[in-house]
């Protein structure tokens, strides 16, 4: 291992992970960065396999897409942590860990005595991150959740939408990805303080929580101002903000800012209206009649593309944006210089796929997708066998017995 | 009381939301963060009294430089050699305008942690784009997605990949930490909120890649797997909503139980769970029909006391008074010099050991002049004086 060090940031950090879709992109961010993160399933494998997209749409559990890019570079085995071998199968991986990170429901794993508590009698150096829907603590513990009604309870759909329509949810599964962030973030920090404690940490995360701390501006407007924020279609809180329709798509223009320099733009096309009346130098004007600009805006957005709003408006430095699809995105010039895109061998489909690449770029140690997700257990003989010690005879038994 | 990162230094040349969004984060958990501001470019989201920028640098010591005047570039310097680590959320070419690109650092600090977090990366066409949280979610793919199927791109109204691409630093600056810890080697991170942000959308961006297949919007219905009731139903009072989710036959069992088994819920179309989410608008028009009689918290706890995930839409008022989040001290309150008794969002995790720590409101301008410049750096009354006639402190 002393060789091997320094080679990537998280070389020689090993993490069980047994979450399931809740946290699994949480052992993700961490396995990219180097830490051998091994994923403990269920014999047949874990529920998120049954979540789509499917490859070719074709339901099959080695073919859950969403599986596949919050599992990467992780290994897999399999162990059925309700059997009696199964838990002392687990805890001596504990005892080989730096970290177990899970996702299950409060108090399961006291129940079958694999609980922090327990493990940090066997192994006082390890790290536990628990990602749950609530917490491990408050009136709510126990309550059921999922990525919508996590947006909805804390905070985020209720301030997204329009004014006249219900309230709307983010796209993907934003509450689990963040709560997984959120979760590496202080599987680190308990690492950091281990190197001078000697000791690991319990690492609760609430989900709840986790979207409750990423809405911007809506606690903040409350408890300074008591307003609360409502939802108003894509303009932004502050009216900074709002897409447009415009010749082939959509544009993101800004309203108000480097206002002369807007006019300018507006009139070279004829189209500037009023808006060179001079009580529009008055930006609590503008900001009070923003139904105006936004109306006068949107007719001269309708005679450009998307691109050309775009490449104009970043040559006068204003923040616009095209709002791209997913296509768009997949062939975007700026990310395809920067390679963002990283093919990865999938060997048994025969084939490879790009996947998003490194949320950040480190100047010594790599980011990269080292193997694709796990197949059900491939890594059973690897990691029973040949690095717990396990004969073949005992695996064989284990297999048998339906522990792994 | 000691944090987990007590012992860490940070020098902080972040401004708005994305940056001081992460070091806020490092702050909390016992890193001393030295925010570094100027007179000149404190205005908007940088005015030190307001709700704003208290909320995002609060637990940060604070020094005013104006890095425009040489003297300043060597106070910099000084301040770089003392610290672990350096973050910054400029345009890509301004800390090299400065001087201060990191291999420069690096000859006063060789094993600085220096994290550059930009719109688009330091690198490509596109690096001197001009990018908020907005530009973003635009060009990520979120703000397009985030919308009923079939209507215009409605996004979500705020700056969520700031918040984002700061969580992404942070990150990136515990797993530096590492690699220094085990080698003694620092190093450069260059992190573009548009890669951030897109890592949040994978799964869309890879059936892309793999089925060639555009993603397109759902509104509120479930991604990954059929699912109905799924979605927002109207209940009683003005714009009150809950959220109401059914994914088994079991839940599904327990649903209409709680609703005393109209008839309708025994209509064969909506039998399985592929049977309910073919027939989504007709079962949605039954349960919002239901939920209007309700207020949108007894709906919660009647769907809740039978394991069906079922959540209040909460706004800012809810959230401020929610018992769960309350239970566990989410909200923080500080004393501000000039605001006074301050309120705001604490930190989502909770450490068993070392807790997070929320000791003093966001900085005046220059509040901590004194403690850096003389007690950390070692400055002469004298030198202060003269930096502060000068225009160099301020």
């Not at chain 1, 080292?370 to 284990?398: C, T």
């Not at chain 2, 003297?71 to 350096?86: A, N, P, W, Y």
């Not at chain 2, 966001?362 to 225009?391: F, K, R, T, V, W």
């Amino acid at each position: 291992m002393s060789l091997l060090a320094g080679r990537t940031a998280l070389e020689g950090l090993r993490i069980l992970d047994l979450t399931s879709e809740k946290g699994s992109f949480c052992g993700k961010l961490l396995a990219d960065m180097g830490a051998d993160v091994i994923k403990v399933e269920p014999p047949g494998g874990d529920r998120a396999r049954t979540l789509g997209p499917f490859l070719n749409d074709v339901p099959n559990a080695e073919a859950s897409l969403s599986f596949w890019y919050n599992n990467t570079s992780k290994r897999g085995i399999t162990v059925n942590l309700e059997h009696g071998e199964g838990q002392k199968v687990f805890r001596e991986l504990a005892c080989t860990a730096d970290v177990v990170v899970e996702a299950f429901p409060p108090g399961y794993l006291k129940k079958l005595s694999l609980d922090y508590e327990a493990l940090k009698e066997l192994n006082p150096r390890l790290i536990m991150t628990s990602i749950t829907s609530f917490g491990q603590t408050g009136p709510y513990r126990d309550y059921a959740s999922c990525d919508l009604v996590a947006l909805a309870l804390g905070g985020q759909m209720y301030v997204s939408g329009d004014s006249d329509t219900p309230p709307l949810k983010a796209y993907g599964e934003q509450a689990y990805l963040i709560a997984s962030l959120f979760g590496a973030i202080g599987t680190l920090m308990a690492l950091y303080h281990r190197h001078s404690a000697g000791r690991g940490q319990l690492v609760d995360v609430s989900i709840h929580e986790c979207v409750a701390g990423m809405i911007e501006h809506v606690h903040v407007r409350y408890l300074y101002e008591g307003v609360v924020a409502r939802r108003q279609g894509s303009l932004h809180w502050d009216n900074a903000f709002r897409v447009f329709p415009c010749k082939d798509g959509y544009i993101l223009l800004t309203l108000f800012q480097e206002w002369d320099t807007l006019v300018e733009l507006l009139d070279s096309d004829g189209m500037a209206a009023d808006l060179k009346d001079e009580r529009w130098c008055d930006h609590t004007a503008r900001s009070r009649e923003a139904d105006h600009i936004i109306q006068v805006l949107g007719g001269w957005a309708m005679r450009h593309t998307a691109t050309e709003l775009m490449d104009l408006g970043q040559l006068l430095r204003l923040p616009w944006a095209v709002v791209n699809s997913i296509k768009l995105v997949s062939h975007n010039p700026h990310l395809l210089e920067r390679g963002f895109f990283v093919e990865v061998a999938h060997p048994e489909q025969g084939a490879s796929f790009c996947y998003p690449g490194a949320p950040y770029r480190f100047s010594r140690t790599p980011w990269r997708v080292w193997r694709r997700a796990p197949l059900i257990g491939e890594h059973n003989q690897e990691i029973f066998g040949r690095e717990l010690g396990l004969s073949s005879a005992e695996i064989a038994g284990l297999i048998s017995g339906g522990v792994i | 009381m000691l944090g987990s990162l007590s012992g860490l230094r940070v020098l902080d040349f972040t401004w708005v939301l994305a940056g001081p969004f992460a070091t806020r984060l490092l702050a909390d958990y016992g890193a001393e963060v030295i925010k570094v501001q100027s007179r000149v470019t404190m205005e908007e989201t940088e005015r030190n009294i307001n709700g704003y920028f208290n909320t995002w640098n609060r637990n940060k010591l604070g020094i005013s430089l104006n890095v425009s005047k040489p003297q300043g570039i060597g106070l910099v310097k000084k301040l770089v050699q003392v610290s672990d680590v350096l973050v910054e959320n400029f345009s890509p070419r301004v800390m090299k305008n400065w001087g201060l690109d990191y291999d420069t650092l690096t000859e006063v600090r060789p094993d600085l942690i220096m994290v550059s977090m930009s719109g688009m990366g330091q690198t490509g066409p596109w690096k001197d784009y001009v990018a908020f949280g907005a530009t973003i979610q635009a060009l990520s793919g979120i703000t397009h997605l985030t919308t009923c199927p079939g209507k215009p791109p409605l996004g979500l109204g705020y700056s969520y990949a700031d918040q984002v691409a700061g969580l992404m630093g942070v990150l990136a600056i515990l797993e530096a930490l590492e690699h220094r810890r085990k080698t003694g080697e620092g190093q450069y991170i260059d992190l573009a909120e548009l890669e951030s942000m897109s890592g949040l959308l994978g799964t869309a961006l890879l059936d892309y890649q793999a089925n060639h297949r555009d993603a397109s919007p759902i509104g509120n219905c479930s991604a990954y797997q059929p699912a109905a009731p799924h979605g927002v139903y109207r209940c009683m009072g003005e714009d009150r909503w809950c959220a109401i989710a059914v994914f088994t036959g079991e839940e599904w069992q327990a649903f209409c139980r709680v609703l005393g088994h109209p008839s309708w819920t025994m209509d064969k179309d909506f039998a399985t769970p592929l049977d309910r989410w073919r027939n989504t608008a007709r079962l949605d028009q039954m349960v919002g029909e239901w939920t209007k009689q309700h207020a949108a918290e007894e709906v919660m706890s009647l769907l809740q006391e039978v394991g069906v995930a079922a959540g209040v839409v909460q706004n800012a008022a809810d959230l401020a008074g929610d018992p769960q989040l309350r239970s566990r001290g989410f909200f923080v309150e500080l004393d501000h010099p000039v605001m006074g008794k301050t309120v705001a969002d604490g930190s989502p995790i909770n450490l068993g050991d070392t807790v997070a720590h929320f000791h003093r409101a966001a900085p005046l301008l220059g509040q901590d002049n004194n403690y850096i410049y003389y007690h950390l750096l070692g400055m002469s009354e004298d030198e202060l004086e003269q930096y502060a006639a000068e225009g160099v402190i301020s």
